[in-house]
């Protein structure tokens, strides 16, 4: 079983429309939570950290349940610019330092 | 605030040969990462640097694979002799302590392709 795992898409969208994606983990001592935004041939960038009370960043919410071990992005009224791939990403540290561990990213194509 | 630097952007080597991938984190951070990227895959940790002294190594490939960070500010990353498996985008990235919180900052990555 993969450590963190997502569907790969691609989730092919019109622009307004709402999309979910979800992702898996295997740790359940892991600690904290995020998703990544990469556009094509760039680097990831942080697009928001998870916590367990779910939290939000305008159109955008990221939800974590522990007890399933499952972390959630939901983006709504999407945009031709958030065409991207996002990626699932789980802290497995356990020394105090940062381990993270990526999925493959799902990819999202947002349509006129 | 400028951001993580690296270079070369772009290498193109055969395989058996060597190559060496340098980066400058960003001023002040301590920690630094270097990730492998294969297409269509997450980035994958290689080696991490608290400082000058390594904090996690134990998904780099020693027996051809080696990385440096003496000074603890610069890094490079050499593969030598590299194989056609080595192809991927090779990304460093810094965080200010390395803590548990700490956000990570992507480099430009540099794109390997071993012929």
């Known amino acids: 079983r993969k450590e963190v795992e997502q569907d790969p898409g691609p989730f092919n969208v019109p622009e307004g429309a709402t999309v979910a994606f979800n992702c898996t983990y295997s740790?359940?001592?892991?600690?904290?939570f995020f998703w990544y935004r990469q556009d094509c041939r760039k680097e990831p960038k942080l697009l928001m950290s998870?916590?367990?009370s779910g939290n939000e960043d305008g159109r955008f919410t990221a939800q974590l349940n522990r007890a399933s071990q499952y972390i959630s992005l939901l983006i709504r009224d999407s945009k031709l610019s958030d065409s991207a791939t996002y990626l699932c990403?789980?802290?497995?540290?356990?020394?105090?330092?940062?381990?993270?561990?990526f999925g493959t990213g799902t990819r999202l194509l947002v349509s006129p | 605030e400028a951001g993580v630097a690296q270079s070369p952007r772009y290498k193109i080597i055969e395989k058996r040969q060597s190559v060496a991938f340098w980066c400058n984190p960003i001023?002040?951070?301590?920690?630094l990462y270097w990730y492998q990227q294969i297409l269509g895959q997450g980035p994958k940790l290689l080696i991490q640097?608290?400082?000058?002294?390594?904090?996690?190594d134990s998904q780099l490939p020693k027996d051809r694979f080696s990385a440096e960070r003496l000074k603890g500010v610069d890094s490079t990353l050499k593969i030598q002799p590299a194989k056609l498996e080595d192809s991927a985008v090779y990304l460093c990235?810094?965080?200010?302590?390395?803590?548990?919180?700490?956000?990570?900052?992507f480099g430009p990555g540099t794109r390997l392709t071993v012929t």
């Open positions: 990403v789980v802290n497995m540290g356990n020394t105090g330092f940062q381990k993270l561990v």
């Open positions: 640097f608290q400082n000058n002294g390594v904090v996690d």
């Open positions: 998870v916590y367990s």
């Open positions: 740790n359940s001592a892991s600690q904290s």
């Open positions: 001023s002040g951070h301590a920690t």
């Open positions: 990235a810094s965080s200010l302590r390395g803590w548990q919180a700490n956000e990570q900052y």
